[in-house]
């Protein structure tokens, strides 16, 4: 029985392709040959809100994200390829790679960064910036109404006043 597994395996590899290839010359296919594995993670930072699920999610914190300066920063060679960050995207912006990290000869760091929108601030909404809402009409009634209270308002401020100058 053992010569009969030898033969078919020496017949076999006669026949076949080699199981290895010329390094330097020819690469293997690693998608196709490796589906699952894990390399380095990306980040489709145009569909990225900056949310920071992945940087929570990262049990060695290797991902940062500073949402008010727009930066998403991993260290790659910190990383354990886990997939945590992955799993936890509610966009699905980030993705394992199936290629490793390539070796290098000084660690750093790798930042992507987005340009947020600028949201207008308090005093430029208040001047008629774009954001500010419409002024709606008022009735006629509801005009009065206003009027009137703005007139009781300045009466009672007038009086508090007489009061403390009397004082």
């Not at 009634?141 to 009061?163: G, H, L, M, S, T």
Request: net charge positive; with cysteine; hydrophobic share 40%.
């Amino acid at each position: 029985m053992g010569s009969f597994n030898l033969a078919k395996m020496t017949l076999r590899s006669l026949v076949s392709k080699p199981a290895t290839v010329r390094y330097p010359y020819e690469k293997r296919d690693l998608e196709r040959l490796f589906p699952q594995m894990r390399g380095h993670v990306v980040n489709d930072i145009d569909v990225c809100i900056l949310c920071g699920m992945c940087q929570r999610a990262c049990p060695v914190g290797a991902i940062t994200v500073d949402r008010k300066a727009g930066d998403w920063t991993i260290d790659p060679y910190r990383c354990v390829q886990c997939a945590s960050c992955t799993h936890e995207c509610p966009k699905d912006c980030l993705s394992m790679d199936v290629h490793c990290t390539e070796p290098a000869t000084e660690l750093s760091v790798f930042t992507m960064h987005k340009d947020m929108p600028a949201k207008p601030a308090a005093g430029a909404k208040a001047a008629g910036g774009a954001a500010a809402k419409p002024k709606r009409e008022l009735t006629p009634e509801q005009q009065a109404r206003v009027e009137a209270a703005r007139k009781a308002a300045a009466a009672k401020k007038a009086a508090k006043a007489a009061q403390e100058a009397s004082e």
